[in-house]
C-alpha cells in the first residue's frame, strides 16, 4: 500500500516569498500524484497531479510541482504567494490496490500580508 | 455543474448516540466515496460505492458505522452508537468511473463534535 508524508506541519510566509513544501511517498506500483487545496471554509479542490511524463507539473494558480522519482518526493512550489494562498495543502498518491487516494497529514500555509 | 452536496454541515451529539450524513454525488458520477478527517490528520478513506456496490470498506469500522447508496446515486453514512474518537470532519467525494488518473471532486463535509 502507499503512504504519503508531509513534514511541514505549518508554514508561515510573507507576501512575495517563495514557497516549497515537501511530500514524500512510498513506491507502491504505478505512482500518480496529487496535489489539493483547502481554503478556508471551502471544500479540497484540485490543484495538479501527475501520473507520467514530463516530471515538472504546472497546476492552477502558479503551482507547480516536481516528481523526483530517485528522491521519492512530489514537492510543490510557487515562486511568489500571495496572501489569497492561505490554506491547507494535501499531498495525496493513488493507492492502485485501493483504487483510492492516501492523503498525506497535511501543511498549513499561512500568508502573512 | 453542481457540485458534491453533503448535509449538515455541522452535528453535534453525546457519545453512544447515532448520527446519519447525507451525500448526493455529481450527477453521472458512479464513484463515490466517504473519507474521515480528523484535526491535524489527511482525509482517510471509509469506504467506496460504485454504483450500489462497495468497492472497499476494508478502513470502515463495521462494529459501529454503515453506509449504503442503494440506488447508486446519494448515499448515506451512520454511526451508531458514536465514540469521542469519532469527532472528525466526514468528506464525500465523487468521480466519473474510479479510474486512475480521475478527479475526485469534494463535498464541503459534515463536522461531528461527540461531547
Same mark, same amino acid.
Do not use: M
Given at each position: 500500500?502507499? $503512504?504519503? $508524508?508531509?513534514? %511541514? ?14 511530500? %514524500?511517498? $512510498?513506491?507502491?506500483?504505478?505512482v ?11 471544500h479540497?479542490?484540485?490543484l495538479?497531479?501527475y ?9 492552477? =494558480? ?12 512530489? %514537492?510543490l ?14 499531498c495525496?498518491?493513488w493507492?492502485?490496490g ?16 | 455543474?453542481?457540485g ?19 451525500? %448526493? ?6 464513484t ?10 489527511g482525509?482517510?478513506?471509509?469506504i467506496?460505492?460504485?454504483n ?25 453514512? =451512520? ?6 474518537e ?10 466519473f468511473?474510479?479510474a ?16
Open positions: 500500500a502507499q $503512504s504519503v $508524508s508531509q513534514h %511541514n506541519h505549518h508554514v508561515i510566509l510573507s507576501e512575495a516569498a517563495s514557497l516549497e513544501l515537501g511530500c %514524500n511517498y $512510498s513506491y507502491g506500483g504505478t500518480n500524484l496529487f496535489w489539493y487545496v483547502q481554503y478556508p471554509g471551502q479540497l479542490q484540485l495538479l497531479k501520473f507520467s511524463g514530463d516530471p515538472l507539473v504546472k497546476g492552477i =494558480k502558479g503551482f507547480e510541482a516536481e516528481f523526483i522519482k530517485s528522491k521519492f518526493s512530489f %514537492n512550489r510557487k515562486p511568489s504567494v500571495q496572501w489569497s494562498d492561505t490554506a491547507e495543502y494535501f495525496a498518491g493507492d492502485t485501493r483504487r483510492a487516494l492516501t492523503f498525506g497529514s497535511g501543511t498549513r500555509l499561512q500568508v502573512q500580508p | 455543474e453542481a458534491v452536496a453533503q448535509s449538515p454541515r455541522y452535528k453535534i451529539i453525546e457519545k453512544r448516540q447515532s448520527v446519519a450524513f447525507w451525500c %448526493n454525488p455529481i450527477s453521472g458520477h458512479a463515490l466515496y466517504w473519507y474521515q478527517q480528523i484535526l491535524g490528520q482525509p482517510k478513506l471509509l467506496q460505492f460504485q450500489n456496490g462497495v468497492v472497499d470498506d476494508s478502513q470502515l469500522p463495521k462494529d459501529r458505522f454503515s453506509a449504503e447508496r442503494l440506488k447508486g446515486v446519494d448515499s448515506t453514512l =451512520k454511526i451508531q452508537p458514536a465514540k469521542l469519532d469527532s472528525a470532519v466526514y468528506l464525500c467525494a465523487s468521480s468511473s474510479g486512475q488518473g480521475q478527479p475526485q471532486h469534494f463535498g464541503d463535509g459534515t463536522r461531528l463534535s461527540i461531547l
